[in-house]
């Protein structure tokens, strides 16, 4: 028996098959679509909405509400999301903007997930289809889950704006602009009074999910944002990882290059 | 396998087909509607040879669920010579843009996205158009010299 296909024009109808039996979600088709072009051998099932309310965006003024079908394209459009501008199209190149989805890039396995890693440091939040009671969970413990756990359709990811200048994101290809990465990082540093409080630091394609670097936030809590200030947490840049080696690059490059890139991206250094 | 039917608007003519369930619009748009200017390149959205418009919006044709482009205009590159070639496949001839002509289609379609939106493109906006394709033969300066000479041409031609 051949692939079947089953689009819905409400998002919970869709939830509910998936939730029924062992389909998958079908967003943009950026990831999907490559299994189902190569033969699909366990796969039978391919769900899908039409549902408006997966690309709407809502921007207020602290909080910032991404539809789970919302494109890169669309986010690159918009013009209240400018400091997502560089992590949408750091997502392929034209055409893959135009099809990837935020909530399709939530399970992108390595070395991909780049808009995740931006996502991470700005504390994200996801909401699913299958929870009418709006509840949201970290971000990070879908990514910690989300290969054990059955596939959850997502609705939004909901993000707070940042204050001005204190997110960056950095991708580091061999081949530029928008190929596979070495890593990704994205940090979010608020400043009180000259000193860091509260960091996030996330990092792409330095494990098997993005991941936030618990450590070298710790080590730039109550810091200056200035090559002294940042010393230790580029010492620890690497503390407790493991990064996988593929045709990119390999653990040792990784580990190399991820002091480097950590000080170029918390000092705002071009690159 | 099932089959489901889809209408679309291909290049300016309407076409009904029935396509097998997950079916990708490269093979519909080949196999099915018979437009072979389309090519496939790796079926896996890296190489950027079967780019498309679908309603004015540039994707990978092999990427795309047939069923899913169900009412929509499909543009490829058979839709861009009027009578007489367009700019663009000029300036890629004058300026040796193609080699083997594998990746040209794909090329021709993200120069004209490009060029629908910023008429007077930066070298880095090229580059940046055309970063999700790839080319074996060119080296990719022949591509850029010809895109940038394509927009010349046609802002001129838009002046006179």
């Not at chain 1, 971000?139 to 889950?145: Q, R, Y």
């Not at chain 1, 330095?206 to 200035?226: F, Q, Y």
């Not at chain 2, 070639?85 to 002509?101: E, K, V």
Request: contains cysteine; glycine residues 8%.
């Amino acid at each position: 028996m051949g692939l079947i296909v089953k689009t819905f024009d409400e998002v919970s109808q869709a939830s509910q098959l998936l939730s029924d039996g062992d389909g998958l979600f079908f967003g943009g088709g950026t990831i999907l679509m490559r299994v189902v072009n190569d033969g699909a051998p366990n796969l039978s099932l391919l769900v899908r909405t039409t549902d408006p309310c997966m690309r709407t965006i809502t921007v207020a003024k602290d909080k910032i509400i991404l539809g789970g079908g919302t494109t890169m394209l669309d986010i690159i459009n918009h013009q209240e999301l400018e400091f997502l501008h560089a992590p949408a199209r750091a997502v392929g190149g034209p055409a893959i903007h135009a099809m990837a989805t935020v909530g399709g890039n939530l399970y992108a396995r390595h070395p991909f997930g780049d808009f995740t890693t931006a996502l991470l440091a700005l504390s994200a939040t996801v909401r699913f289809a299958d929870d009418d009671k709006g509840k949201e969970i970290p971000l990070e413990e879908l990514l910690k889950d989300r290969e054990s756990l059955p596939r959850r359709i997502v609705t939004s990811v909901v993000i707070s704006r940042p204050a001005d200048d204190i997110f960056r994101f950095i991708k580091i290809c061999r081949v530029r602009p928008h190929r596979q990465p070495v890593m990704t990082l994205a940090a979010c540093l608020p400043i009180n009074e000259g000193k860091i409080i509260n960091a996030r630091i996330a990092y792409g394609a330095m494990a098997s999910t993005p991941i936030r670097i618990t450590a070298v936030e710790h080590a730039l809590e109550g810091r200056a944002l200035d090559p002294s200030g940042i010393r230790d947490a580029v010492a620890v840049a690497t503390d407790g990882l493991s990064p996988p080696t593929d045709a990119i690059a390999t653990e040792w490059y990784r580990r190399e290059v991820a002091p480097v890139h950590l000080k170029h991206l918390l000092l705002g250094n071009s690159i | 396998m099932n089959k489901k039917p889809v209408h679309l608007r291909v290049n300016g003519v309407e076409k009904s087909v029935f396509v097998d369930e997950g079916a990708n619009l490269l093979d519909v748009l080949r196999r099915s509607i018979g437009d072979v200017s389309v090519k496939y390149g790796c079926g896996q959205g890296t190489c950027g040879a079967c780019g498309v418009m679908i309603d004015g919006v540039l994707q990978l044709s092999c990427l795309c669920l047939a069923e899913a482009a169900d009412g929509s205009n499909i543009e490829t590159v058979n839709s861009l010579a009027n009578g007489d070639l367009h700019p663009l496949q000029q300036a890629f001839m004058d300026n040796f843009g193609a080699q083997c002509g594998f990746c040209t289609p794909g090329m021709l379609m993200a120069a004209r996205a490009l060029l629908d939106k910023t008429p007077s493109p930066t070298r880095e906006q090229v580059i940046e158009a055309i970063s999700g394709n790839i080319c074996r033969c060119t080296g990719y300066e022949p591509i850029i010299h010809a895109i940038l000479d394509a927009a010349d041409r046609m802002t001129s031609q838009q002046k006179t």
